[in-house]
C-alpha cells in the first residue's frame, strides 16, 4: 500500500495535469496553465545546478534570453520558423556557460553566484545596445503562420501541449540524473564541496556538466517562449525578474527535489497573473514574493517538499 | 615507501602552521602522528592529501609526484582522509553518504549501493543505513567518515582525530575498528591526542610541533623524550600564563 500510493499519486498527478486546461473553455485559463507549465521548465532546469548542485544562479535569464532570441532571429535574419532557432540557442548556451563556468568553478564560495548576476546584467546592457538584435525594441516573430512550422495558433491548448512534453522529458532526465553517479555528485558538491572532492568527485567538472544541462534547458524554455508569444525584447528575454522567478519558484517547492520547481511554479504563475488581472499591477505579485521568501527562510528552508514530508512523517507516527 | 613528504611548508599570514615537516609511511604500516593544539597536524593532512597547496617541499605518494594534483586526484589514486570535524551530507541517507564513496570505483549505482553497504557493515553503521545522516551523532558522524573513505577502496587512509569527543566504550569500539581496518592491509596515519589510543594501536610515532617533527619512535620511547615532554610543557604553561 506504502509503495502504491506514490505511484497511484503519481499517476493521477500527472493525468490532472495533462486534462486540466482542457477542461476550461476559458482562454485566460487556459494561457495561465500554459505559462505555468513555462514557468516550471525554466525552474526545473535552474534546479538542476542551483537546487541539486547547490551552486546558486541569479543570472538564468541570460540563458532564457539566448534562446529566446535565437528564435525570433531565426526567423527575422534568416525567414525561418522561430522553432528552427532552438539548436543556435541551445549552443549558445553552451559557450556561455563554459565562459562563466570555467572561470567561477575554479574558486570556491559565492564567486559563480555574483558571476552570475554580473553575466546578466551585462547581456541586457548588450542586448539593448546592439541594434542587429532590435536594440531596446526587440525583435517580432511572423505575424501570421506562414506554415505548421511557425507553430502559431490562436488557442493556448496547442502550447501547453507542447510544454508538458518538454517538462516531462525534462523531470524524466531529472529523475534518471538523480538515481546515477552525476547526481550523487551534484548533490554531495551542494552539500560539501570539501568533502565530496575528498571522495574522489571532480566538483569542477561536475559543476560545469550541471551548468551545461541547466543551461541548456532554460535556453530551450526562452525558445518555446518566443515561439508562443512571438515578441521578445531585452526586458522580456533578460530582465532579471526571470532569474528571480525561476529561483523563488523551486526554492518554494523545494530546491534540490524532482517537482518541487513544479509546485513552486503552480502556485506562483496563477497568483502572479490573477494580481497582475484583479489589480492590474505586479507590485502586489513582488510584495507576495517578499513575503513569501521571509517565510520560507525562516520556517522551511527546504520549501514545500520539506514541510510536506515532515508533515507525513508526523502523520505517520500519529497512525503508528 | 608508500607516502614520503620532504620539507613541506604552508603558511598563513604569518603563522607558519607547516614549517619543513617531513614524513615517510611504508606500505602496510599503521603511524600515529601526535602534538599539542595547533601544531599544525591538521595543515599538514590537508597538504598530504592534496587540499592544500604547500608553498614548499615535495610529496610522492604511490610512486608518483603528488605534491600539486587535486584531492579527487588523490583519492583516485588510492589515498582517503577524514577530517576532524565530521561532515555529513546532510540530505542524504548514511548509505547514500558512503555511496559517494563507492561511486568512485563503481559506476553503476547497485554496485556502488552493494560496497557502501559493505563498508557500512564493517564500520557498524548497517543498522542506521536508511537513516538521514544528519540525525547521526558525534560517534555516528566519525565512524560514517570513515564508512565514506573505506567506500574509495584506498591504500592509505589519513584519519584526523577519529576518536576525539568519543566516550570510553565508544573509544573501545573504534579501537578495534582501526585495528581491522590495518588487518585488512590498508595503511594508516592517525592524528591522535589520546595517547592510550596511541599505545595499544601503533608502534611508530611522530611528533609534531611547531610545523616539523621534532621526534620518532616507538610510544615508550617519544614520551620519553625530554624534547617532547618540553614542547607539551611549554605549551601548558604558555596557557597557564594567559
Ligand atoms: N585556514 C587557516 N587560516 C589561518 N590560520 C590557520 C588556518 N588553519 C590553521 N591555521 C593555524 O595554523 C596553525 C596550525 O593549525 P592546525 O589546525 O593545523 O593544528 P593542529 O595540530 O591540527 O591542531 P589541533 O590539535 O587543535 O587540531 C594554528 O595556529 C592555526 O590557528
Ligand atoms: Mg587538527
Known sequence: MKALFPRAGFAAGALLLFAAPFLTANPFYQRVAALTLLAAISASAWNVIGGYAGQVSFGHSVYFGIGAYAALLAYAKLGWPPIAGLPFGIVASFALSIVVGLPSFRLRGHYFSMATIAIAALAGILVTNWDFVGGAIGVMGPARARSFADLLFRSSLPYYAIFLCVLAILLLFTRLLQKSRMGFYLRAIGSDERVAQSLGVPVRRYKLYALLISGAFTSIAGTLYAVMVGFVDPNSGFGILISVNMVVMAALGGAGTLFGPLIGAAILVPLGEATNALWGARGIAYVAYGVIIMLLARFSPGGLAELGRFIVKGWRRRAA | ?242
Open chain 2, 1 to 242: 615507501m608508500l607516502l614520503e613528504a620532504r620539507g613541506i611548508v604552508k603558511t598563513f599570514g604569518n603563522v607558519r602552521a607547516v614549517d619543513g615537516a617531513d614524513l615517510a609511511v611504508e606500505e602496510g604500516e599503521l603511524v600515529g602522528l601526535i602534538g599539542p593544539n595547533g601544531a599544525g597536524k591538521s595543515t599538514f593532512f590537508d597538504c598530504l592529501a592534496g587540499n592544500l597547496a604547500p608553498e614548499a617541499g615535495s610529496i610522492r605518494f604511490a610512486g608518483l609526484e603528488s605534491t600539486r594534483l587535486s584531492p579527487d586526484r588523490h583519492a583516485r589514486l588510492g589515498l582517503a582522509r577524514t577530517f576532524q570535524v565530521p561532515v555529513v551530507f546532510a540530505g542524504m541517507t548514511v548509505l547514500e553518504n558512503a555511496m559517494v564513496g563507492a561511486f568512485l570505483r563503481h559506476e553503476s549505482r547497485a554496485r556502488a549501493a552493494q560496497k557502501a553497504a559493505e563498508a557500512l557493515e564493517f564500520t557498524g553503521l548497517a543498522g542506521q543505513a536508511e537513516m538521514p545522516a544528519a540525525a547521526l551523532g558525534t560517534a555516528g558522524r566519525k565512524r560514517l567518515g570513515i564508512a565514506r573513505a573505506l567506500a574509495t577502496e584506498p591504500r592509505l587512509l589519513l584519519l584526523d582525530e577519529a576518536l576525539a569527543g568519543l566516550t570510553s566504550s565508544e573509544i573501545e569500539t573504534a579501537i578495534g575498528l582501526l585495528a581491522r581496518i590495518h588487518a585488512r592491509g590498508i595503511t594508516l596515519l592517525v592524528v591522535e591526542h589520546i595517547m592510550e589510543v596511541i599505545h595499544r594501536l601503533t608502534r611508530r610515532v611522530l611528533v609534531f610541533h611547531q610545523g616539523r617533527v621534532i621526534a620518532e619512535g616507538s610510544p615508550a620511547e617519544v614520551t620519553a623524550n625530554p624534547e617532547v615532554i618540553r614542547a607539551y610543557l611549554g605549551r601548558r604553561a604558555k596557557r597557564g600564563e594567559a
